[in-house]
């Protein structure tokens, strides 16, 4: 556990993520936890300050989710935010009413004291404003240290206490300074900064060796930034005690393969076993097209595969695997009011008839806000470029849909140059689909042809041949820079979104010609 962190409740708003991110982000680490933590837990947690995230409901309601009271007790720094300012304003005694003019979006905040959650911002900066109710009359011990147009209680502060309320969004972008009035919230808090890249790693494999011991680990590595740190992190704690295993499943890109094999044996030293089985994946995905249960159906074939596999090399314990934590946000996993956006294939635990047992180095800890995805380009991150560019594990959960090794020639050389597929065609729609949209094209350019040279007056030639002009540079385009080949048949394989977009536009052509057309007669 971090020596010191920065606890976030969350009471369901959209930005509760980010405003640990944004913690995060200050080299401090911060933990979501439910609105309903007790004091005793955030003690135990070592919480050096507490942030009451915002909410989609109103203090006075039935329902409205409220925090332990003695929260406000604990002597540690507290900053509301939006609903959170407004929750501890009518715990504490104060009132809260809606307002006559609502706000949102951009909004000009009128700093009055700068000397602690403000310092170093001036007198007014812009903020994001998003609430339909405000704090009418304050606490005793608080007064207000920012204003703006439609909230004289746009931040507020109980100095002797050092609770603090902002009715704006300091996590959002569009809020000007935003995250150095989270900053100087830390720094109130008097956390040393020491979340840093080095600190984590440490933490890391330190998790790894008490739970793990001296048994064997298994690593799924797919050659991605997820798998092949969570590798390199057990590598550090287990040593020779891992091998992982690197499985085709039929949607990687082309020579892939290859390369990931490569990197992980030669560069990061590791014992790595390649298992190819695309064969097994395409029929087990064969007939389904509900992208869920395509996930759910991955993650159960893999774990298939890792333990036929384990049975050849070994006895081992435990399955290692790079779930992230905003795999876990997307599939609802983390006990927050949050909908699921996806499940992943890698999120929820093993099926029961699996023996594996499942570590996971970053699932709760987002080591990858500073491992590849968000900071990997960061020249003041300095992670092993090795983690960052050696893969991406292939196309599986991008559009993919059911095919055969024969209908899917085209991926790997696809996604080699185009890292997001927007859909697929298997063969047997391929063929017509390919054929109606190419036909479709042929009639509308020989018709706008045909209609520009029967105009009888420049004014409707010179708009007909622009109109076709368009619409051919649109085919052109759209289909030629996304078609495809069919590796037997050559027929041009158009990806459904753009094939859809130009018809869109070609029946607009359409209109314009025909009006064209209606003119050229009448005159």
Known sequence: MPEELIAVLDFGGQYSHLITRRIRECEVYADLLSFNATPQELMEANAKGIVLSGGPTSVYDDDAPKCDPGIFNLRVPVLGICYGLQVMVQMLGGHVKATKRHEYGKTKLEIRDDTDLFRGLGKQIVSWMSHGDYAETLPKGFDIIATSENCPTAAIRDRSRKLYGVQFHPEVSHTEHGNDIIRNFTTISNCQRSWTPHSIVESAVDGIKARVGNQHVLCAVSGGVDSTTAAVLVHKAVGSKLTCIFVNHGFLRQNEEERVFKTLTESLRMNVKYVNASNRFLHQLKGIRDPEEKRKVVGAEFIKVFEEESAKLGTFEWLA???????????????????????????????????????????????????????????????????????????????????????????????????????????????????????????????????????????????????????????????????????????????????????????????????????????
């Open 321 to 523: 695997q790079g779930t992230l934590y905003p795999d876990v946000i997307e599939s609802a996993g983390t006990g927050s009011p949050a909908s699921r956006i996806k499940t992943h294939h890698n999120v929820g635990g093993v099926p029961e008839w699996s023996k594996f047992k499942i570590v996971e180095p970053y699932q709760k800890t987002r080591l990858m806000t500073y491992f590849g995805r968000d900071k990997s380009r960061d020249k003041n991150y300095q992670v092993n470029q090795a983690l960052i560019s050696i893969g991406s594990g292939g196309l599986t959960g991008k559009g993919w849909t059911q095919g055969t090794q024969h209908s899917l020639g085209f991926l790997p050389s696809a996604g080699a140059h185009n890292d997001f597929i927007f859909s697929v065609i298997a063969e047997e729609e391929g063929f017509v689909g390919s054929v109606v949209v190419l036909a479709l094209y042929t009639v509308l350019l020989l018709s706008g042809i045909k209609i520009a040279s029967q105009a009888r007056d420049h004014l409707g030639q010179l708009l007909a041949v622009g109109v076709v002009t368009l619409l051919f540079c649109h085919v052109f385009i759209n289909v030629g820079m996304n078609i495809r080949l069919m590796p037997v048949t050559g027929i041009p394989l158009p990806l459904l979104s753009y094939g859809g977009s130009s018809v869109v536009c070609s029946l607009i052509a359409i209109g314009i010609l025909h009006n064209i057309h209606v003119y050229r007669r009448s005159y």
